[in-house]
């Protein structure tokens, strides 16, 4: 966040439409008249077939025009005005668009979707229906009650805004030193608003000694429109009290019914009413429904608006968060720090820890030796060794463990996953790749079918909330009618990662479980007893050795921690951390979801077809945008290796990668290093990383120029380094 005192501000803050208060106007479908003109004309989305189009204004005509545009059909554009007589109108007519006049939607039906408008010929100024009502077929209402300059930010200065009867609107007051412009004080033609632009600018230069440069500004074809007429509550046959719901603030439900009686029960401060209510109390802190609100008030006080006045507009414009306040003078986070069930072993024995997440993970254990304690470089090194050649240990219980039940269990992970699920067996565990609805992957992880229709989902550690999130709003707002519920576990186990050559010798001492190759192979999971606890044993491996997941309720953890160091010293058991984990895993190509990927690489782009249903007979989220002509290049940035032509370079993660080294700046950037560490088994550096057509360049050199001037050159391998056939992970 930054402070900025300015010697001079201009204002070219715009305006909110308003939408007309009229019953059932919270029923889907009923939209503002823009937000049909932005559906259409910006995104090339219509928003259904047929539209009835209630206005006060000739803005709202350009709706109708757009639909029609776009072959849908208008049944009737109803306007509050007497014979309208503006050129959008006139459009409108030549192409034989009904206009009813002097009416309005007085009521929208329906209940999942608008299926109709109540039309009838209206009194807005005596607030009464004057005709019979007629109900029209559509399944759209767009209203429009005008334009409200955004005078929120010059409200901020504590000058009071003011009415203005010829806009319809308030208009900020004039503050020495804030110069308003174009809709902001109510110009909302074209050409006059960028006239008006200009010429506040210039106040604004002068005023700082300046003098303003001449410019052309762009022809504007001039366009003679009707003058509105003053509408917010439309009246409906029964009284507001009697009607059906007519909402003013969306957010937090206040109906004109609620203003009414708020007024009746004394509250004549618009203030007070809006307490009484909570009338603008939401996020859009009444942006939309404020106007309507204080109409509705002064009709009912029998009041001008402008007598009745606004409320007071406080700061900020816009949701801040505490963090953005704080800045970086924060110190410690007030953030919660959780621990695994091995958090103080670790601390005792001398771990250092990172944050991934909320949690504090180990990152490595430095050893003394000789007196000198080890560089992480050092232990990491000791680490990686220990389990590519004899055995380590991880605590990995942060990972996120979600509990899927249900008779709809398998179809719902089908749907949510890339690949398929529905022949799983139970004891048997598969890799599972999860994006989001653009195709983009968002998590991955391995999920195990503990019964028919009982199944646990493992996330990312930082991925784990969001997941649980996604799940919930798949199920809640596409699929309800899917019998399956989600239950966090992530805590109530701690997980112990053993893995290396001498995994299974030193597992086979503290288990009662058949460990053999053949009865218990890779991807599957057993259940049974780990030094006397209960426990669920996942044969998955995150390093390309052979591991076994040990999985316990998490008080006993600690116990079968020591029991698995007593028994682990003659094969030389090794605690490693995260650090090592990162260079194990990168070492088989295995990627990380939030560092190998960005929010914009598809599974193709990883190269793992190969975890893809494409022929699941539902389409799972992401399906349809994996068919879109961009995630269908053949230049998207694909997942490679990096063996530099330098072993001691270790490249730095975040480098930029081109195809030119000797191209003149700025250099067409082809990709980036994803991940990169020292590897003590290939003993050289090396990287993962997303190049341009990465996988048909194996074998060819890229360059990563750095700040300091040099550049490195490396080689496009295949991202798996070690073990590239998977021998050892099913030994």
């Known amino acids: 966040m930054h402070r900025v005192r300015a010697g001079q501000v201009l204002l070219a803050t715009g305006a909110h439409e308003r939408p007309l208060v009229y019953a059932g106007n919270d029923v889907p479908g009923n939209l503002v008249a823009g937000a049909v003109s932005t559906y259409i004309r910006r995104y090339g989305v219509v928003p259904g077939n047929r539209l009835v189009l209630s206005t006060s204004n000739d803005h709202a005509y350009r709706a109708a025009l757009d639909w029609d545009d776009a072959g849908r059909e208008v049944v009737a554009i109803v306007d509050a005005r007497q014979a309208p007589d ?75 805004p003011t009415w203005n009867d010829e806009i319809l609107g308030f208009v900020p007051s004039l503050v020495k030193g804030v110069h308003a412009a174009g809709s902001a004080r109510g110009i909302h033609d074209l050409a006059e608003g960028l006239a008006d632009g200009v010429a506040r600018a210039c106040e604004a230069l002068a005023a700082l000694g300046r003098t303003a440069q001449a410019i052309t500004l762009p022809q504007v074809d001039a366009r003679r429109e009707g003058k509105a007429c003053a509408l917010y509550q439309v009246p409906h046959e029964k009284p507001t009290l009697r009607a059906p719901k007519q909402f003013v603030d969306l957010q937090n439900d206040v109906t004109a019914a609620g203003i009414e009686l708020a007024t009746r029960e004394g509250f004549e401060s618009i203030e007070h009413v809006k307490r009484y209510t909570a009338m603008g109390f939401g996020t859009d802190q009444g942006k939309l429904g404020n106007i309507n609100g204080m109409a509705i008030a002064a009709r009912c006080l029998n009041k001008s608006i402008p007598e009745v006045g606004t409320t007071v507009f406080r700061p900020n414009y816009t949701p801040v968060t505490f963090g953005a306040i704080v800045g970086r003078h924060c110190r410690d986070l007030f953030d919660p720090e959780r621990y695994t069930a091995l958090h103080q072993w670790h601390v005792e024995h001398g771990a250092e820890f990172e944050d991934v997440g909320q949690w504090k993970r180990p990152w490595y254990f430095p050893r003394t030796v000789d007196g000198k304690k080890e560089s992480m470089d050092e232990a990491v090194a000791r680490e990686c060794l220990a389990v590519r050649e004899k055995v380590g240990i991880l605590d990995a219980s942060t990972l996120g463990k979600i509990d899927i039940q249900g008779p709809d269990a398998r179809e719902f992970l089908g749907r949510i996953y890339t690949n398929k699920w529905e022949k799983l067996a139970v004891g048997k565990c598969r890799y599972g790749l999860m994006c989001r609805d653009d195709g983009m992957l968002m998590d991955d992880g391995t999920t195990s079918c503990l019964g028919e229709n009982h199944f646990l989902m493992t996330t990312t550690t930082g991925g784990a909330a969001g997941v649980m999130e996604w799940l919930e709003l798949w199920h809640q707002t596409e699929w309800p009618e899917l019998d399956v519920t989600f239950t966090s576990v992530t805590d109530h186990w701690a997980t112990m990662t053993v893995t290396g050559p001498e995994a299974r010798k030193l597992l086979a001492e503290i288990t009662d479980i058949d460990l053999d190759r053949d009865s218990f192979k890779f991807m599957d999971w057993r259940e049974g007893k780990v030094a006397d606890v209960p426990a669920r044993v996942f ?34 058991l090794t605690p490693y951390g995260t650090e090592t984990m990162h260079v194990l895993r990168a070492e088989k190509g295995f990627i990380i979801a939030g560092q190998d990927t960005d929010g914009s690489v598809t599974p193709e782009d990883l190269g793992m077809q190969w975890a893809i249903g494409y022929d699941k007979p539902f389409s799972w989220v992401g399906k349809r945008s994996l068919s879109r002509p961009d995630t269908r290049r053949i230049d998207r940035k694909q997942l490679v290796g990096l063996k530099p032509k330098d072993p001691a370079v270790v490249l730095e993660e975040g480098a930029q990668i081109v195809f030119d080294p000797d ?23 090396f990287a993962l990383a997303v190049v341009k057509g990465g996988h048909s360049r194996m074998g060819e050199t890229v360059y990563l120029p750095m700040a300091d001037g040099k550049t490195h050159a490396a080689e496009i391998v295949s991202p798996i380094f070690v073990d590239p056939k998977g021998e050892r992970q099913h030994v």
Not at 663 to 675: E, K, L, Y
Request: aromatic share 8%; proline share 3%.
């Open 86 to 160: 503006g050129e959008l109108v006139e459009q409108a007519r030549a192409r034989g668009i009904r206009i009813i006049e002097g009416s309005a939607v007085i009521e929208a039906k329906g209940d999942k979707r608008v299926s109709g408008a109540r039309v009838a010929t209206i009194d807005a100024e005596a607030f009464k229906v004057t005709g019979q009502a007629e109900t029209l077929a559509c399944d759209t209402i767009a209203s429009s009650g005008g334009y409200s300059p955004v005078i929120h930010l010059a409200s901020h200065t504590g000058a009071r």
């Open 539 to 572: 044969r998955i491996s995150f390093t390309g050795e052979l591991a076994y997941e040990i999985n316990v309720q998490a008080n006993y953890a600690l116990h079968v921690w020591k029991t698995l160091f007593k028994h682990g010293e003659k094969y030389g």
């Open 663 to 685: 191209h003149a700046i700025p250099m067409p950037m082809v990709g980036h290093v994803t991940s990169s560490y020292y590897s003590p088994t290939l003993k050289s550096g």
